[in-house]
Nanobody
Framework: QVQLLESGGGLVQAGRSLRLSCAASGRIFGINAMGWYRQVFGKQRDVIATISSSGSTNYADSVKGRFTISRDNAKNTVYLHMNSLKPEDTAVYYC???????????????WGQGTQVTVSS
């Protein structure tokens, strides 16, 4: 089992910045990609940024140029640096880790508990 602990959410004014952190613990061997998703109440959970074990990143169009995902493998932690925040960025942000278990099981997804980010106008 992998545990993901998120931190760093909160209330911030539009145009300001926040940094989210997600620390992985437990049986972390084999974790490949990690990422951040967000969900607005009543809507689906959307991926906004991912980072592979080698450091390759991908971003949703809505956050490109404003958000940066990074990873500290020594600390088993992934970060989301959010700049120029907008009210439409308001959501619950979830950390995700994709772990390759074995050839039979394949990849298992783990999720953090979520952290609320609220951007006021």
């Amino acid at each position: 089992q992998v545990q993901l602990l998120e931190s760093g959410g909160g209330l911030v004014q539009a145009g300001r910045s926040l940094r989210l952190s997600c620390a992985a613990s437990g049986r972390i061997f084999g974790i490949n990609a990690m990422g951040w998703y967000r969900q607005v109440f009543g809507k689906q959970r959307d991926v906004i940024a991912t980072i592979s074990s080698s450091g390759s990143t991908n971003y949703a169009d809505s956050v490109k140029g404003r958000f940066t995902i990074s990873r500290d493998n020594a600390k088993n932690t992934v970060y989301l640096h959010m700049n120029s925040l907008k009210p439409e960025d308001t959501a619950v942000y979830y950390c995700n880790a994709a772990q390759f278990v074995d050839a039979r099981v394949g990849i298992v997804d783990y999720w953090g508990q979520g952290t609320q980010v609220t951007v006021s106008s």
